[in-house]
């Protein structure tokens, strides 16, 4: 049986009044060009959403990951959408596109990519996240809760199928290495990392028989650019049920807003809030970082859905949490741990500052 392929490819091409919300008629023209390689046989299905102002275009196909055609149809779909942008005078038109030629994979041209590829089993349940105003590193808690805390994932410890545990595989992101570790056993080790949410990021996790169960985009768009140039707003495939954690034990761990990096200027801490497709709209201070989940079922290589999983009541307590929370960051004004160590920031004015007072500095007694 042919294997079935999620891709998930995102940008931000331009946004209304400002780094807000992306114009529907981008997502429009996204939707023109995946309609014709629907028709076309290259795609086999697909859904297109928006957190904040990043487009997320979920695609299935049966040409495997990397694959160059998938790729360049996404790159021409947000190359006409830059179009469509620069004619509306949008807002950052084109800003996570660092070039207009493809080169054979949209990885490292500005776009994030989360892919997979498996042999579907009888049922399929899968779960996108996407988000804004936040980094790929924003991923490292929920996900180790997910696949490597038995007290979020009941299954881990009651489910034999789970028991064993999963496979992590992280990136360095600034020394542009990996590792793969085992959890439970490595526990401790893969915290010591994951807890550097800057620099080691989870790119895939495995069952311990080597299949798939997740899938992260970890383009650092900042790095790759050299300068600032829009922040790596990550999403992530995971799959549920029958020998994964099940869909309630994927969701659960966003019932915490918990503090990422990203939000104004992507030089700030806040909480991340989950909404519905609707309320993705970052709009307090240019945030706070956002998080959407759709849930489908993969039949035949087509998507069932999507359940839009945050539209519920019972994630109402989590965002006005994080509201609140955000009410007592944002009292912190230019500091941290509000404002990110300079080190981390995206925006900063210090070096001109220090340039400044150079001779003014005077030595201490
Ligand atoms: C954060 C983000 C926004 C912008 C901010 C300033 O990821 O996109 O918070 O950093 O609105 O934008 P510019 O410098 O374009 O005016
Ligand atoms: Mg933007
Ligand atoms: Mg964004």
Same mark, same amino acid.
């Given at each position: 049986?042919?294997?079935?392929?999620?891709?998930?490819?995102?940008?931000?091409?331009?946004?209304?009044?400002?780094?807000?919300?992306?114009?529907?008629?981008?997502?429009?023209?996204?939707?023109?060009?995946?309609?014709?390689?629907?028709?076309?046989?290259?795609?086999?299905?697909?859904?297109?959403?928006?957190?904040?102002?990043?487009?997320?275009?979920?695609?299935?196909?049966?040409?495997?990951?990397?694959?160059?055609?998938?790729?360049?149809?996404?790159?021409?779909?947000?190359?006409?959408?830059?179009?469509?942008?620069?004619?509306?005078?949008?807002?950052?038109?084109?800003?996570?596109?660092?070039?207009?030629?493809?080169?054979?994979?949209?990885?490292?041209?500005?776009?994030?990519?989360?892919?997979?590829?498996?042999?579907?089993?009888?049922?399929?349940?899968?779960?996108?996240?996407?988000?804004?105003?936040?980094?790929?590193?924003?991923?490292?808690?929920?996900?180790?809760?997910?696949?490597?805390?038995?007290?979020?994932?009941?299954?881990?410890?009651?489910?034999?199928?789970?028991?064993?545990?999963?496979?992590?595989?992280?990136?360095?992101?600034?020394?542009?290495?990996?590792?793969?570790?085992?959890?439970?056993?490595?526990?401790?080790?893969?915290?010591?990392?994951?807890?550097?949410?800057?620099?080691?990021?989870?790119?895939?996790?495995?069952?311990?028989?080597?299949?798939?169960?997740?899938?992260?985009?970890?383009?650092?768009?900042?790095?790759?650019? +050299?300068?600032?140039?829009?922040? &790596? @707003? /990550? !999403?992530?495939?995971?799959?549920? $049920?029958?020998?994964?954690?099940? #869909?309630?034990?994927?969701?659960?761990?966003?019932?915490?807003?918990?503090?990422?990096?990203?939000?104004?200027?992507?030089?700030?801490?806040?909480?991340?809030?989950?909404?519905?497709?609707?309320?993705?709209?970052?709009?307090?201070?240019?945030?706070?970082?956002?998080?959407?989940?759709?849930?489908?079922?993969?039949?035949?290589?087509?998507?069932? +859905?999507?359940?839009?999983?945050? &539209? @519920? /009541? !019972?994630?109402?307590?989590?965002? $006005?949490?994080?509201?609140?929370? #955000?009410?007592?960051?944002?009292?912190?004004?230019?500091?941290?741990?509000?404002?990110?160590?300079?080190?981390?920031?995206?925006?900063?004015?210090?070096?001109?500052?220090?340039?400044?007072?150079?001779?003014?500095?005077?030595?201490?007694?």
């Amino acid at each position: 049986m042919t294997k079935t392929t999620i891709s998930v490819i995102k940008a931000d091409v331009g946004s209304v009044a400002g780094h807000l919300v992306a114009h529907p008629n981008l997502i429009d023209t996204c939707d023109e060009v995946l309609a014709k390689a629907l028709e076309e046989g290259l795609l086999e299905d697909y859904y297109i959403t928006r957190c904040g102002d990043d487009i997320d275009m979920i695609m299935t196909h049966r040409n495997g990951e990397e694959n160059e055609e998938v790729h360049e149809t996404a790159f021409n779909a947000f190359m006409k959408a830059t179009e469509v942008a620069r004619g509306l005078k949008l807002y950052g038109a084109g800003q996570d596109l660092l070039s207009d030629t493809f080169s054979g994979n949209i990885k490292g041209m500005g776009p994030g990519v989360a892919e997979m590829e498996f042999k579907e089993r009888p049922s399929d349940p899968i779960i996108v996240y996407c988000c804004d105003k936040t980094e790929p590193g924003a991923f490292n808690l929920p996900l180790y809760r997910i696949f490597a805390d038995p007290f979020n994932t009941a299954g881990l410890v009651i489910d034999p199928s789970l028991h064993d545990g999963f496979k992590f595989e992280v990136f360095d992101v600034m020394e542009h290495r990996k590792v793969i570790m085992n959890c439970p056993e490595e526990s401790y080790d893969l915290l010591a990392l994951l807890g550097s949410t800057g620099r080691y990021v989870i790119k895939r996790i495995f069952k311990k028989n080597g299949e798939i169960a997740a899938s992260l985009s970890t383009e650092r768009l900042n790095l790759m650019a +050299g300068s600032y140039i829009g922040k &790596d @707003d /990550p !999403a992530a495939i995971v799959r549920a $049920q029958s020998g994964f954690p099940s #869909a309630g034990e994927v969701v659960e761990p966003f019932a915490f807003p918990h503090l990422v990096s990203g939000w104004m200027r992507g030089s700030h801490n806040g909480p991340l809030m989950p909404t519905s497709q609707e309320e993705a709209n970052p709009i307090r201070f240019d945030g706070p970082p956002r998080v959407i989940g759709l849930g489908f079922q993969v039949a035949d290589s087509k998507l069932i +859905g999507p359940v839009d999983l945050f &539209d @519920d /009541p !019972a994630f109402d307590r989590t965002r $006005q949490q994080a509201a609140d929370i #955000a009410d007592y960051m944002r009292r912190h004004g230019p500091f941290e741990p509000h404002r990110l160590p300079s080190e981390e920031m995206e925006y900063t004015s210090l070096p001109g500052v220090l340039e400044k007072l150079e001779s003014r500095f005077e030595k201490m007694d």
